[in-house]
């Protein structure tokens, strides 16, 4: 539970992070969109996510039980907050990389996407016993392969289908630093 907690606050390094990544206009939208992943991945981990990660009676490919936490083991409930809390920075790692591109509602379903369908096959894959790539004798302790990986390629799949930032950058240069030299090159008594 603890090192839950402990991975839970990177969703705070996430948000200020993104927060000085966007323009001060979307600043809040950013913040929701952060406790969005927490919320709308709780959900979606609780309901599918970790009945096909760590569920039993599944194959070397996917988990099949305790859906909706439906006969899962007490003893299983702080595995299944540490496991959720990687399933959200999965999920933010991705909305970091498409910041100010994305609509609410596309969001919301990523999101669900994202921790309930794409994530946990991954984890069930690498860090469940009957997964195919633990058998193979697999290694991923902190989540370097699994989490982070797993989240940069989502990211880099969104950024290619969300395309640039319009009007963030111009020229290869932030719109920001040209409105700051503009101003510099004005006389002082204007």
């Known amino acids: 539970i603890i090192m839950g907690i402990v991975v839970f606050l990177m969703q705070c390094g ?10 001060s206009k979307n600043t809040v939208n950013i913040l929701i969109k952060n406790m969005l992943d927490c919320l709308i991945g709780g959900v979606s981990y609780w309901a599918i ?15 099949m039980s ?6 899962m083991d007490h003893e299983n409930y702080p595995l299944w907050f540490f496991q959720f809390v990687f399933a959200a920075t999965a999920a933010t790692i991705v909305s970091g990389s498409i910041a100010e591109r994305c609509c609410f509602s596309a969001y919301f379903a ?6 309930g369908w794409v994530y946990p096959p991954v984890t069930h894959w690498a860090w469940d016993t009957p997964g195919w790539l633990f058998k193979l004798g697999y ?3 902190a989540g370097s392969g699994v989490v982070h990986v797993l989240g940069g390629i989502c990211g880099l799949v ?6 640039p930032r319009l009007g ?7 719109t920001r630093l040209n409105s700051v030299t503009s101003r510099s090159r004005m006389p002082s008594s204007a």
């Open 139 to 141: 290694a991923d302790f």
């Open 158 to 163: 969104g950024c290619y289908f969300m395309g």
């Open 168 to 174: 963030r950058f111009e020229d290869r240069k932030s």
């Open 14 to 23: 996430f948000a200020f992070l993104e927060a000085g990544a966007v323009r």
């Open 66 to 71: 305790n859906f909706f936490s439906y006969q």
């Open 110 to 115: 990523y999101s669900i996407i994202i921790t």
């Open 49 to 63: 996510g970790w009945a096909v990660a760590y569920g039993a009676g599944g194959n070397g490919f996917i988990g």
